[in-house]
T-cell receptor, first 115, second 111 residues
Framework: EAGVAQSPRYKIIEKRQSVAFWCNPI?????LYWYQQILGQGPKLLIQ????????DSQLPKDRFSAERLKGVDSTLKIQPAKLEDSAVYLC?????????????FGQGTRLTVV | GQQLNQSPQSMFIQEGEDVSMNCTSS?????WLWYKQDPGEGPVLLIA?????ELTSNGRLTAQFGITRKDSFLNISASIPSDVGIYFC???????????FGTGTRLQVFP
C-alpha cells in the first residue's frame, strides 16, 4: 500500500514570496491533516479536512496560509507571503475515517527555508 | 497552539538499558498514539491505544493508556542503537479526530 506522498521535499524561497505544497493521502483515507513542525518542536496542527470539508483550522494563520482539498483527495497548502518564521517542515497525514479508532499516517514532509 | 507535556525532554542511555517516557494532558483523549521520527523523515506510528487502561506491546515497545484518559507512557526494553530518534506522543479527540502532539523525547543510545 502506497503511503502519503508529499512534494516538493525541499523548498527555499525569499521572504514575501509565495509557496505551495502538495499532498496525496493514502487511497481511501477521508481525513487529511497538515502540520507545521519547527525545528526542535512537535508537530503543530494547521488544518484538518474530512473529505473536502474543513474540520478544524483554528491554528491556521489565515492572513497568509490557505489550504484546499477540492475533490476530497489531494490537498495543497499555500503560504502567501512567506515570513522568516515560516521556516519549518510541513507534514501531511491521513487517516481512514472519523471516529473509527483510526491511526494517522504521515508523509516525509516538505522542508521550507525562508531567507 | 495546544501541545501535550512530554517527559523527559531527552535521554542518553547505554545500549541494553530500558527506557520510559510519558505524556500528560489537561484534556481527555479517545485515542493515544506513539510515533518515532528520524531526521529528515515524517513521524512513523509505533503503537495505537484505544481504551483507558489498555496495555499494548509491539516487540520491545510497550505503551499504556492512562485510566484518567489524560496520560500515557511508552517503555522500550533492551534498547539498541537503531532506537535513536525523537519519540512523540499524540492524543486524538473523540468525534473530531483532532490529533495533538507532545513536545517530544529525544533518545540517544550509546554502545
Amino acid at each position: 500500500e502506497a503511503g502519503v506522498a508529499q512534494s516538493p521535499r525541499y523548498k527555499i524561497i525569499e521572504k514575501r514570496q509565495s509557496v505551495a505544497f502538495w499532498c496525496n493521502p493514502i487511497s481511501g483515507h477521508a481525513t487529511l491533516y497538515w502540520y507545521q513542525q519547527i525545528l526542535g518542536q512537535g508537530p503543530k496542527l494547521l488544518i484538518q479536512f474530512q473529505n473536502n470539508g474543513v474540520v478544524d483550522d483554528s491554528q491556521l494563520p489565515k492572513d497568509r496560509f490557505s489550504a484546499e482539498r477540492l475533490k476530497g483527495v489531494d490537498s495543497t497548502l499555500k503560504i502567501q507571503p512567506a515570513k522568516l518564521e515560516d521556516s519549518a517542515v510541513y507534514l501531511c497525514a491521513s487517516s481512514f475515517e472519523l471516529g473509527m479508532n483510526t491511526e494517522a499516517f504521515f508523509g516525509q514532509g516538505t522542508r521550507l527555508t525562508v531567507v | 497552539g495546544q501541545q501535550l507535556n512530554q517527559s523527559p525532554q531527552s535521554m542518553f542511555i547505554q545500549e541494553g538499558e530500558d527506557v520510559s517516557m510519558n505524556c500528560t494532558s489537561s484534556s481527555i483523549f479517545n485515542t493515544w498514539l506513539w510515533y518515532k521520527q528520524d531526521p529528515g523523515e515524517g513521524p512513523v506510528l509505533l503503537i495505537a491505544l484505544y481504551k483507558a487502561g489498555e496495555l499494548t506491546s509491539n516487540g520491545r515497545l510497550t505503551a499504556q493508556f492512562g485510566i484518567t484518559r489524560k496520560d500515557s507512557f511508552l517503555n522500550i526494553s533492551a534498547s539498541i542503537p537503531s532506537d535513536v530518534g525523537i519519540y512523540f506522543c499524540a492524543g486524538q479527540f473523540y468525534n473530531t479526530d483532532k490529533l495533538i502532539f507532545g513536545t517530544g523525547t529525544r533518545l540517544q543510545v550509546f554502545p
